[in-house]
Nanobody
Framework: QVQLVESGGGLVQAGDSLRLSCLAS????????MGWFRQAPGKEREFVAA????????SYADSVKGRFAISRDSVKNTVALQMNSLKPEDTAVFYC?????????????????????WGQGTKVTVFS
């Protein structure tokens, strides 16, 4: 059974940094893409960043390019999201997600509906 457990959220001031971590377990993740999404109060869940487990191919939402960095450690089975220059509009619950994407014609890296597994979320609050 796949489990994704996020950690690292917190309350920070604008301009500060946070590092989120997602511990993935329950299977090998070859052929998977690991994503970070976020959901602010009253808003839909939105894509933040994603990385393929095998090749490390990366995608970012335009709103976080140049500020956030996603990485994965295939030995520790973790996916990290380094968040720098945080803004109040980054305030949200951040979720780790996993999707098996090989051969899937319906897979869209930015779509929450494409992902099969989700963590419970970690809250990030940025105050000005």
């Amino acid at each position: 059974q796949v489990q994704l457990v996020e950690s690292g959220g917190g309350l920070v001031q604008a301009g500060d940094s946070l590092r989120l971590s997602c511990l993935a377990s329950g299977r090998t993740f070859s052929g998977y893409v690991m994503g970070w999404f976020r959901q602010a109060p009253g808003k839909e869940r939105e894509f933040v960043a994603a990385i393929t487990w095998n090749r490390g191919t990366i995608s970012y939402a335009d709103s976080v390019k140049g500020r956030f960095a996603i990485s994965r450690d295939s030995v520790k089975n973790t996916v990290a999201l380094q968040m720098n220059s945080l803004k109040p509009e980054d305030t949200a619950v951040f979720y780790c997600a996993a999707a098996y994407y090989h051969g899937r014609s319906d897979f869209t890296v930015t779509s929450p509906e494409s992902y099969d597994y989700w963590g419970q979320g970690t809250k990030v609050t940025v105050f000005s």
